[in-house]
T-cell receptor
Framework: RKEVEQDPGPFNVPEGATVAFNCTYS??????FFWYRQDCRKEPKLLMS???SGNEDGRFTAQLNRASQYISLLIRDSKLSDSATYLC???????????FGAGTRLFVKA | NAGVTQTPKFRVLKTGQSMTLLCAQD?????MYWYRQDPGMGLRLIHY???????AKGEVPDGYNVSRLKKQNFLLGLESAAPSQTSVYFC??????????????FGPGTRLTVL
């Protein structure tokens, strides 16, 4: 079993839709959590960190459930430009144990 | 300010050949990383460095060597390339320190094919 698991998708949604991705992690020593975005044939870029209290950045909302060991990303009012792969990233305690999920692909259609 | 750059962008090798991938960053970051990305596998850490002159093994270090002679450069070497090393290689850097939210900045990647 992978330490960080994501639904690979793809998720195909129309513009304006709300879409949610989940990510589960298996190591309870995980300390920090992030969502990265990766466009086709490009490098990953940080989308947002995920805090225990949940956090929002414009149309994006990230939530963490430590008890159930999952992280979620909600995208509201989807835009064509949101089409990308979203990577769930977990940092374990002890440093340098950054684990990337395989990613969830999102296609937003006009 | 170029951020993180990688050379070359593409390379085709024959089995048994050697090569070096170069990563450079101009953000004065202490930490640098090499990852490989394969379909369905996510990014996997090969080696990393917490400062000039230091290196450490990551999750998948076999078949690779690294050096960090200068703070801004991190080299990844393949001594004897194998088809299993066909992948996209990403270099990343971060400020470092104890901040658990330390962001990693990635280079554009090197697409390597080993025949």
């Amino acid at each position: 079993r992978k330490e960080v698991e994501q639904d690979p998708g793809p998720f195909n949604v129309p513009e304006g839709a709300t879409v949610a991705f989940n990510c589960t992690y298996s190591n309870s020593a995980s300390q920090s959590f992030f969502w990265y975005r990766q466009d086709c044939r490009k490098e990953p870029k940080l989308l947002m960190s995920v805090y225990s209290s949940g956090n929002e950045d414009g149309r994006f909302t990230a939530q963490l459930n430590r008890a159930s060991q999952y992280i979620s990303l909600l995208i509201r009012d989807s835009k064509l430009s949101d089409s990308a792969t979203y990577l769930c990233v977990v940092l374990r305690t002890g440093g340098f144990k950054t684990i990337f999920g395989a990613g969830t692909r999102l296609f937003v259609k006009a | 300010n170029a951020g993180v750059t990688q050379t070359p962008k593409f390379r085709v090798l024959k089995t048994g050949q050697s090569m070096t991938l170069l990563c450079a960053q101009d953000m004065n970051h202490e930490y640098m990383y090499w990852y490989r990305q394969d379909p369905g596998m996510g990014l996997r850490l090969i080696h990393y460095s917490v400062g000039e002159g230091t290196t450490a093994k990551g999750e998948v270090p076999d078949g690779y060597n690294v050096s960090r002679l200068k703070k801004q450069n991190f080299l990844l070497g393949l001594e004897s390339a194998a088809p299993s090393q066909t992948s996209v290689y990403f270099c990343a850097s971060s400020y470092g320190g104890e901040d658990p939210t330390d962001t990693q900045y990635f280079g554009p990647g090197t697409r390597l094919t080993v025949l």
